[in-house]
C-alpha cells in the first residue's frame, strides 16, 4: 500500500487575522450563521462534559438542590480550593523553583534553553535543527509553540515543522490558527475537513467517513514520526524536585512525539512549574475535568531525562538528546504586578472559553491571537502589549461565569477590568507601565467625563445645562459614531423629566 504524502505544509495560505481588527473581525464572524451554530453546538457539549463532574453553573446551587448535585459542588471548591493554593504557592516560589528545575533537569542529562522573546525561542529551535541536519520536525499539540508561530519561522529556513495532533494538522492544513486551545479545530465540520485532506493529501479522495479521515490522518503522521529526526512537546506541568516534564494527552501523538525521533525539544512558558510531583495529581484532576470532562486522559507522560545509555541496564527506546526552552515572552510582565499575577496560575483548560457567551458567538479566530477567549483576554496584552490587543478586556459582558468556572479560582473579570483600565490610563505611581499601557487613551473621551463629571457636581451648572441641551436639541448630529449604525440617534430631551413632572403638578 502506498502511504500518502502531505504536501509541504508551509504551502498553506496564511490566514491570520489580526487583533487589532477584533471589532471588524467579530462583525464578519456574528454574521455567520453557520460558525454561531457549531461554536454554540460544541460549548454545549463541553460544558455538559465538566458538569457530569463539578455539576452546573457552581456559584446560583440552592442549598437544597439534589443531593448529587450539592457534592459535585463541594468536590468541586475542595479541588478548586487546593488546586488555587498550589497554583499561587509555585508561582511565590517561582524564581526558585526555576532554579531548582534547571539544576534538576541539567543533572538529567536535560539540555535548558531560556529565551525572553519568541526570536529568541526561534532561534534555538533553529540553531538545533542545524546542528542535527534536520529538514523537518514532527509536533506534538503546544500552544507556546503556537505563541513563538514555530512552524512558520521553521518553513522561513525550509525546514517542515509537522503538526501530529489531528486537530492542529487540521489547522495547519488550512493555513490558520487553533480556534479553541484544548480543540483547535472545533469550528470546522466534517466536510470542511474532508476538502482539506482531499485537497493537500495526495491520494486521498474526499470522505465524509470520520473514521476514514482519522485513519488518513494517522497513516500519514505515523510515516512523518518514522522519518523526523526531531519531535516538539509542549509541556502540561514541569516538577522542581525531580526535573520531570508532565504532558497530558488522548491522541498518544505526544508520546511518538517524544520519544521516536532522536531529539526531543519541549517547550513551554516558565509559569508551569510546580515544586512536587504530587501537586501534579490535583492540578491534573482540575484540567481534565475542566477541558474535556475526563476522569483521566487516555496518556499522562512524565519525562524524566533523555534516553539512558550508560550504566547496568542502558534503556532501548527513547530520545538521545532532550532540550527544554523555557520561554518569558511578557510572563514577567504579569508576574512583576501582584495584580496581575494570578492570570499565570492558568493551567489552560479552556473551561473559561467554554462557558463565555462572547467566545461561544465569535468563535476564537476573531480574537487574532494565540490564546482567544477570557484566557486570551488576560495573557494577550502581557504576551504582546496593550497597543495591539486593548480592545481584547472589552469582549466581555463581565458576566463573571468563567471566573466561576475557573479550576484554579482566577478572578479574571476583575483581571479584565484592570487591563481595561490599564489600556486607558497611565501607570499609578510606584508601578511599572505594563508594554502599550494608556494606548487606548481617548482625550476628547477624558475631557467628555471630566466635563460630565463637574457639570453632575453642581446642581446650578446641570439643571442649566440640560435646559441648553433641550434648547439646542434640533443641532444633535443625525450621524453618531458607532451608536447610529444600528439605533436611532440620542437626542436631548426638549424637557427635562423634572420640568415635565412640575408641568403636571406632580413634583
Ligand atoms: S483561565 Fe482558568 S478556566 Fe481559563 S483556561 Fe486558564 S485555568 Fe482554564
Known sequence: MNTPHTKPVHEAPLTFV????????????????????????????????RAAHFGTAQGALPPDGPAEVRDAKTAFETLRRQGEAIRQYSLSKLPDLLEQLDAQLTARGVQVHWASTPAEANALFLAIAQQHGARGM?????????????????????????????????????????????????????????????????????????????????????????????GVSGVNFLVAETGSLVLVENEGNGRMCTTVPEVHIAITGIEKVVEKLEHVLPLYALLTRSATGQAVTTYLNVITGPRRVQGEAPELDGPRELHLILLDNGRSQAYREADFRPTLQCIRCGACMNHCPVYARIGGLAYGTTYPGPIGSIISPHLMGLDPTQDLPTASSLCGACGEVCPVGIPIPELLMQLRHAAKHEAEPGHAPLAGQASARDWKEEAAWKTWAKLSSSPTLYRNFVGLAGRLSWLTPPWQAGWTAHRTPLKPASQSLRARLKGAGLE
Not at 140 to 169: F, P, Q
Request: with cysteine; charged share 30%; aromatic share 6%.
Open 18 to 49: 489580526d487583533p487589532r481588527h477584533f471589532k471588524a473581525n467579530t462583525q464578519v464572524a456574528v454574521d455567520d450563521a453557520h460558525l454561531r451554530k457549531s461554536f454554540r453546538s460544541a460549548m454545549d457539549f463541553l460544558q455538559t462534559k
Open 138 to 230: 514532527v509536533k506534538g499539540k503546544s500552544m507556546v509553540s503556537e505563541e513563538i508561530e514555530l512552524n512558520h519561522r521553521m518553513a522561513e529556513h525550509g525546514i517542515t515543522c509537522l503538526e501530529s495532533d489531528m486537530g492542529e494538522y487540521i489547522v495547519q492544513l488550512a493555513g490558520e490558527r487553533p480556534s479553541h486551545i484544548i480543540m483547535p479545530a472545533i469550528h470546522k465540520t466534517k466536510q470542511q475537513i474532508a476538502e482539506l485532506f482531499a485537497q493537500h493529501i495526495p491520494g486521498t479522495s474526499y470522505t465524509e467517513d470520520v473514521d476514514e479521515l482519522i485513519a488518513t490522518g494517522r497513516r500519514v503522521l505515523r510515516h512523518e514520526f518514522r522519518d523526523a529526526k526531531i
